[in-house]
T-cell receptor, first 116, second 113 residues
Framework: NAGVTQTPKFQVLKTGQSMTLQCAQDMNHEYMSWYRQDPGMGLRLIHYSVGAGITDQGEVPNGYNVSRSTTEDFPLRLLSAAPSQTSVYFC???????????????FGDGTRLSIL | LAKTTQPISMDSYEGQEVNITCSHNNIATNDYITWYQQFPSQGPRFIIQGYKTKVTNEVASLFIPADRKSSTLSLPRVSLSDTAVYYCLVGVPPSGGSYIPTFGRGTSLIVHP
């Protein structure tokens, strides 16, 4: 199993450019989410989805769009990149329960994004 | 959402037991307590989850007192590879409704030789 795959791993953008960060999972998980991680800030939730066709805002949604047309994919779109969006972005997925009754989130390895 | 408070950093030595305590005074009745570990340049990884009393797996133990206002992650006999950031989360597991897992700043554990 590949788990959660994020592409690209690194990206440099100019202010005002748009781009899409890709996230795919092969575990048939219902729940998917996007976080950003800044130095000293922990992880902050951007958007999340509880199933195909359903998305909702997290703690810091401004400047980002998401859609969930399939169970497997949950792309994150930056509409007009700003230097404040320079960060490491993590995608995560989870199912309702594992065999022990836990609901662990499975994270990708992140996309390191720099906005100049 | 229940807020969590953890020490910013901790230091230990190889072979010692490490206990990281998380305070969550406003924990709700249905909230679970979950701990994650994050190595540099990687995404967080689930360690352990519990609701009350004690939970143990092959990696760690989680102690939760009766009032559930705090929890302690215990790592037995740490090694250099346990150097990481540890996050304590409190919330209701996904159940079809809204669920916003909140990661604080975590505890940076450094294990020395």
């Amino acid at each position: 199993n590949a788990g959660v795959t994020q592409t690209p791993k690194f990206q440099v953008l100019k202010t005002g450019q748009s781009m899409t960060l890709q996230c795919a999972q092969d575990m048939n998980h219902e729940y998917m989410s996007w976080y950003r991680q800044d130095p000293g800030m922990g992880l902050r939730l951007i958007h999340y989805s509880v199933g195909a066709g359903i998305t909702d805002q997290g703690e810091v949604p401004n400047g980002y769009n998401v859609s969930r047309s399939t169970t497997e994919d949950f792309p994150l779109r930056l509409l007009s990149a700003a230097p404040s969006q320079t960060s490491v972005y993590f995608c995560a997925s989870s199912s309702r329960y594992d065999r022990l009754g836990h609901q662990p989130q499975h994270f990708g390895d992140g996309t390191r994004l720099s906005i100049l | 959402l229940a807020k969590t408070t953890q020490p910013i950093s901790m230091d230990s030595y190889e072979g010692q037991e490490v206990n990281i305590t998380c305070s969550h005074n406003n924990i709700a009745t249905n909230d679970y307590i979950t701990w994650y570990q994050q190595f540099p340049s990687q995404g967080p990884r689930f360690i352990i989850q519990g609701y009350k009393t004690k939970v143990t797996n092959e990696v760690a133990s989680l102690f939760i007192p009766a009032d559930r206002k705090s929890s302690t992650l215990s790592l037995p006999r740490v090694s250099l590879s346990d150097t990481a950031v540890y996050y304590c989360l409190v919330g209701v597991p996904p159940s079809g409704g809204s669920y916003i897992p909140t990661f604080g700043r975590g505890t940076s554990l450094i294990v020395h030789p």
